[in-house]
């Protein structure tokens, strides 16, 4: 296989996960309007959940990584992979619209800015082993 999953790539995608996770918790702000409070809530629990899911998936993906024996198992291993980045890719989109729609001035700003660049990291880590 000739675009392996590094363990550079692997320790990229944990610090991903623990930065996105950390600006996504922190994005929500006291002054939204009401309707969007509730919506910024349930979103920041499927982060959060969805960055524990990541975290296991990636711990397991890197023990099977170097139990790997043969091209069907590194194959395995690299679906595995983009399955669980492309996840949290999905669910870091979901917030940005959250974000862009229920947050104001500063605050909107900086969430935006924080998810565009965690979500183009991820996207990045992907490139070489997702298609």
């Given at each position: 296989m000739s675009q392996r999953i590094g363990n550079n790539n692997?320790?990229?995608?944990?610090?991903?996960?623990?930065a996105a996770s950390l600006s996504l918790l922190l994005g929500a702000?006291?002054?939204?309007?009401?309707?969007?409070?509730?919506v910024v809530e349930n979103v920041d629990d499927a982060?959060?959940?969805?960055?524990?899911?990541?975290?296991?998936k990636m711990a397991q993906v890197t023990k099977e990584k170097a139990e790997a024996k043969d091209e069907a198992a590194n194959t395995a291993v690299k679906s595995k992979f983009c399955s669980?980045?492309?996840?949290?890719?999905?669910?870091?989109?979901?917030?940005?619209?959250v974000a862009s729609e229920c947050l104001t001035g500063n605050k909107r700003r900086?969430?935006?800015a924080?998810?565009?660049?965690?979500?183009?990291?991820?996207?990045d880590s992907m490139k070489p082993n997702c298609e």
């Open positions: 692997m320790k990229r995608v944990h610090i991903l996960v623990a702000a006291p002054v939204m309007a009401e309707d969007c409070e509730d982060v959060e959940i969805a960055a524990k899911v990541l975290e296991n669980a980045a492309g996840e949290f890719m999905g669910i870091s989109r979901a917030y940005r619209v900086n969430t935006l924080s998810l565009d660049k965690s979500i183009k990291q991820l996207e």
